[in-house]
């Protein structure tokens, strides 16, 4: 690169590549924006392509494969013996992940997207100074910066990290072997996938959450339902258990811990798995050069994803809301379209799905019955379990619900919670449905094919109105 400028100004420039900074630069390159990337690492796609969301997935995709091998006499089909190569599941996954990035390259290139590789820092309004991996810098002069840095694994105090016998979920995308047993601290999206995975490849897993229930984010009923079907598969549940002390021992850790109760709980695996959430990455990123706020490595942003700072956005992990890949996207469209000059619809935050990717999934979008009731709503709600799905016994797996939570004011739809098979799918309708403020009577006017397991959205809908015909 050398101590020189970079080929500058540019009109729009991303610090970060992730699914928020490369979609951003791409909506802004197709805005006529002379357009700029700016990565540390080697390829494009930051944590949810490298060591998150899509490793992650892969890992799960393999363990369905497996169990479904496993149980495939259920339905006629006899397979002896099916085993987990786990070299030959590391090489699928990190194929995927190289074509996903090479999918990101070509777009920068399709675009005229300038890929710039170094570290990116803040060096005042309008500039920023960038380190390449050699060491050598440059400046870069754009009048729109985009702050896209994302964010990493969140350490507990006194419980440090060592890639074997400690992990996180970064080391545990990049499995050299499964262990005998393992312990998962925390009860989140991420801890309940690695659970659900290490379960299927045949491990002894306990799961360890601080708060009364699995997945505390999501509607109190579809974490009562998960630890049913965890428990089904001998995954053994604490919830509402802190732990209060780690030690690393010749065969693995041992683990002190107390229950809400005051009971004392000893526990030992051959690894703990650490997923108790993430931290925003703006460390060194140059902040107090600028006029952009921040409240604990959190960058504040107006509906338009730009910060105090007139031209400086800030997308992703960073700013407040959830830290999910899809909302980041949307953010960067928002970000790209408002530098550009235009009006761009501000994203509501209450209509974003949430997903989870264990056995069984479990997805959301809107309010839970609890949250719509603590916002003074009076609310109907439908639920319809997936044993009374045609296509889920098919499939035979019946496990899990839909839940339509309505204003009953309006019959607005305002959330709708699911645990059950392809439940991450099946949330696309709801998100539409939310999108477009429907009504439960409008979801079941909608005919749902059959035999489908999208039927369970529409006798959800009708049991919102006291109705379900099969059930």
């Given at each position: 690169?050398?101590?020189?400028?970079v080929a500058a100004p540019f009109d729009f420039t991303?610090?970060?590549?992730?699914?928020?900074?490369?979609?951003?630069?791409?909506?802004?390159?197709?805005?006529?924006?002379?357009?700029?990337?700016?990565?540390?690492?080697?390829?494009?796609?930051?944590?949810?392509?490298?060591?998150?969301?899509?490793?992650?997935?892969?890992?799960?995709?393999?363990?369905?494969?497996?169990?479904?091998?496993?149980?495939?006499?259920?339905?006629?089909?006899?397979?002896?013996?099916?085993?987990?190569?786990?070299?030959?599941?590391?090489?699928?996954?990190?194929?995927?992940?190289?074509?996903?990035?090479?999918?990101?390259?070509?777009?920068?290139?399709?675009?005229?997207?300038?890929?710039?590789?170094?570290?990116?820092?803040?060096?005042?309004?309008?500039?920023?100074?960038?380190?390449?991996?050699?060491?050598?810098?440059?400046?870069?002069?754009?009048?729109?910066?985009?702050?896209?840095?994302?964010?990493?694994?969140?350490?507990?105090?006194?419980?440090?990290?060592?890639?074997?016998?400690?992990?996180?979920?970064?080391?545990?995308?990049?499995?050299?072997?499964?262990?005998?047993?393992?312990?998962?601290?925390?009860?989140?999206?991420?801890?309940?996938?690695?659970?659900?995975?290490?379960?299927?490849?045949?491990s002894t897993v306990t799961i360890v959450e601080l708060?009364?229930?699995?997945?505390?984010?999501?509607?109190?009923?579809?974490?009562?339902?998960?630890?049913?079907?965890?428990?089904?598969?001998?995954?053994?549940?604490?919830?509402?258990?802190?732990?209060?002390?780690?030690?690393?021992?010749?065969?693995?850790?041992?683990?002190?811990?107390?229950?809400?109760?005051?009971?004392?709980?000893?526990?030992?695996?051959?690894?703990?798995?650490?997923?108790?959430?993430?931290?925003?990455?703006?460390?060194?990123?140059?902040?107090?050069?600028?006029?952009?706020?921040?409240?604990?490595?959190?960058?504040?942003?107006?509906?338009?994803?730009?910060?105090?700072?007139?031209?400086?956005?800030?997308?992703?992990?960073?700013?407040?809301?959830?830290?999910?890949?899809?909302?980041?996207?949307?953010?960067?469209?928002?970000?790209?379209?408002?530098?550009?000059?235009?009006?761009?619809?501000?994203?509501?935050?209450?209509?974003?799905?949430?997903?989870?990717?264990?056995?069984?999934?479990?997805?959301?979008?809107?309010?839970?019955?609890?949250?719509?009731?603590?916002?003074?709503?009076?609310?109907?709600?439908?639920?319809?379990?997936?044993?009374?799905?045609?296509?889920?016994?098919?499939?035979?797996?019946?496990?899990?619900?839909?839940?339509?939570?309505?204003?009953?004011?309006?019959?607005?739809?305002?959330?709708?919670?699911?645990?059950?098979?392809?439940?991450?799918?099946?949330?696309?309708?709801?998100?539409?449905?939310?999108?477009?403020?429907?009504?439960?009577?409008?979801?079941?006017?909608?005919?749902?094919?059959?035999?489908?397991?999208?039927?369970?959205?529409?006798?959800?809908?009708?049991?919102?109105?006291?109705?379900?015909?099969?059930?």
């Amino acid at each position: 690169m050398g101590d020189r400028a970079v080929a500058a100004p540019f009109d729009f420039t991303v610090i970060g590549s992730g699914p928020g900074g490369y979609v951003a630069a791409i909506r802004a390159a197709q805005l006529g924006l002379k357009t700029a990337v700016i990565e540390k690492d080697p390829l494009p796609g930051g944590t949810c392509l490298h060591v998150g969301c899509i490793p992650t997935k892969a890992l799960l995709q393999a363990a369905e494969v497996l169990d479904g091998a496993r149980t495939a006499s259920r339905f006629g089909v006899r397979i002896p013996d099916a085993q987990l190569d786990l070299s030959a599941l590391n090489a699928y996954k990190d194929k995927v992940v190289r074509s996903n990035a090479k999918g990101i390259q070509y777009l920068f290139k399709k675009n005229q997207i300038t890929a710039i590789g170094g570290r990116g820092r803040l060096a005042g309004p309008g500039r920023i100074d960038v380190t390449a991996a050699d060491g050598t810098t440059a400046t870069i002069e754009s009048r729109a910066i985009v702050l896209a840095t994302g964010s990493r694994v969140r350490a507990l105090p006194g419980i440090e990290f060592d890639g074997e016998t400690i992990i996180n979920s970064d080391d545990a995308t990049k499995m050299p072997r499964v262990p005998a047993s393992i312990v998962v601290l925390g009860a989140g999206a991420v801890g309940v996938e690695f659970a659900s995975i290490y379960a299927s490849y045949g491990s002894t897993v306990t799961i360890v959450e601080l708060l009364p229930r699995l997945l505390p984010l999501e509607d109190p009923d579809l974490g009562a339902e998960l630890q049913r079907a965890f428990q089904q598969r001998k995954i053994d549940v604490h919830v509402g258990t802190k732990v209060e002390s780690v030690a690393v021992a010749a065969d693995g850790v041992r683990i002190a811990a107390s229950t809400a109760a005051g009971a004392s709980l000893d526990l030992s695996a051959e690894v703990l798995l650490v997923a108790v959430g993430r931290a925003p990455n703006t460390d060194d990123l140059g902040l107090e050069t600028v006029a952009a706020a921040a409240e604990r490595g959190v960058v504040q942003v107006d509906a338009s994803m730009q910060t105090a700072e007139p031209g400086l956005y800030a997308i992703g992990d960073i700013v407040p809301g959830p830290m999910l890949a899809h909302v980041a996207s949307h953010e960067g469209i928002v970000a790209a379209e408002h530098a550009a000059g235009g009006s761009p619809e501000p994203i509501h935050y209450d209509k974003i799905p949430s997903c989870t990717y264990s056995h069984p999934e479990v997805a959301s979008i809107g309010l839970s019955e609890e949250a719509a009731r603590e916002r003074g709503q009076d609310v109907a709600v439908g639920v319809f379990p997936f044993q009374a799905v045609g296509k889920a016994k098919i499939l035979n797996d019946t496990l899990g619900f839909v839940k339509v939570v309505t204003d009953k004011q309006y019959d607005e739809i305002v959330g709708v919670h699911i645990i059950g098979p392809h439940a991450t799918e099946l949330i696309a309708e709801a998100s539409t449905a939310l999108s477009l403020e429907a009504t439960a009577e409008s979801l079941f006017q909608a005919v749902h094919a059959h035999p489908t397991l999208a039927e369970a959205l529409g006798e959800a809908a009708l049991a919102a109105h006291g109705r379900p015909i099969h059930f």
